[in-house]
């Protein structure tokens, strides 16, 4: 009795030790029963350990704590491209556009510090989603919109796929259609992404987000997945949280716009991205796309190696 409570004491203390942060997936045992965990679960990380084969205290504790230094590792990525891509290419007295999501927001946080040391001054930003929008004003960055500057000289943003060309998949965060208005009144448009993002083709991947008006938009959906360039699309409508292409309520999502958000699945790579983009922008109902072709400038990747920059 008394080895068996040693025994519940010591896992009891590993559920608390090893805890990840919150929200984190649990890249570190993926393919186990039970990984997509969180702060919350750390018996389901014991659990799956065990199914493993890892049945010592010691075993499991190396694998929850491999866990926490994958996930912090992965936001480590997200912030070297983020100040890299602001540092080689923001300039003081330029205007500059700012992306939105995980990856963009590390540039945002750049930009602020360097304002706040004096290494850049008169910069004037634009935004690209209202989340943005407020993280830039949280850290005082001077911002403005299209419509008194329209030609920007530089802007920063993620992608959730790229091609060997540097065609893009982006709207995973919801924001594709202002992304794309304003990255295409840049001079420079510089894509920052971990290398988990590159693929051989877009679409299998990560689904291709489509913004369409609210009305008649199940007409809307059948009329994109009969378009050639996209045979064999399955268009799903998003529902819950605009920011997350997961389905996490029972009402269409809303755009910054206030327009839904369609993502298409793919079975297999596109054949012709920038087809499908004209088909769709074609398309009555469709407000734009997710497939960024020939507009990227750069491309700075970070890996296990290192960061390395493609250019166009």
């Known amino acids: 009795m008394a080895r068996l409570q040693v025994s ?12 990840v942060p919150p929200a984190t997936k649990c890249r570190g045992l993926r393919g186990l029963p039970g990984t997509s965990a969180s702060r919350s679960e750390p018996s389901r990380l014991i659990g799956a350990a065990q199914v493993a084969g890892c049945t010592s205290l010691l075993s499991i504790a190396v694998l929850l704590r491999s866990v926490g230094r994958k996930a912090a590792s992965q936001d480590e990525l997200k912030k070297q491209v983020g100040y890299k891509a602001v540092d080689d290419y923001v300039k003081s007295g330029t205007v500059i556009g700012l992306g939105t999501g995980s990856t963009a927001a590390f540039a945002v946080e750049r930009v602020g510090e360097k304002l706040k040391s004096g290494e850049l001054k008169d910069i ?33 943003d993620g992608a959730d796929e790229v091609d060997p060309a540097l065609n893009l998949v982006k709207g995973g965060g919801g924001a594709l259609f202002r992304e794309k208005i304003v ?10 992404v971990d290398e988990s993002k590159l693929c051989d083709g877009l679409g299998p991947g990560f689904p291709v987000p489509v913004e369409i008006v609210p009305f008649c938009h199940e007409h ?22 605009v920011a997350n292409n ?6 269409p999502a809303i755009t910054d716009n206030g327009n839904y958000i369609v993502d298409l699945k ?18 009555v109902g469709v407000v734009d796309h997710g497939l960024f072709t020939s507009m990227t400038t750069a491309c700075i990747v970070a890996g296990s190696d290192g960061i390395i920059v493609k250019e166009a």
């Open 8 to 19: 519940c004491l010591c896992l009891g203390a590993l559920s608390t030790c090893f805890l």
């Open 124 to 156: 004037i930003a634009i935004p690209t989603s209202i989340r943005t929008k407020e993280q830039a004003e949280s850290l005082g960055i001077p911002l403005a919109t299209l419509d008194t500057h329209s030609d920007l000289d530089v802007a920063i």
């Open 183 to 192: 990255e295409m009144c840049a001079k420079k448009f510089i894509v920052i």
């Open 220 to 241: 809307t959906m059948r009329q994109v997945a009969a378009l050639p360039a996209l045979k064999g699309c399955e268009p799903v409508l998003r529902l819950g949280n």
């Open 246 to 251: 997961q389905p996490d309520g029972d009402e």
């Open 266 to 283: 793919f079975s297999s790579p596109i054949k012709d991205p920038v087809a499908a983009g004209e088909q769709l922008k074609a398309t």
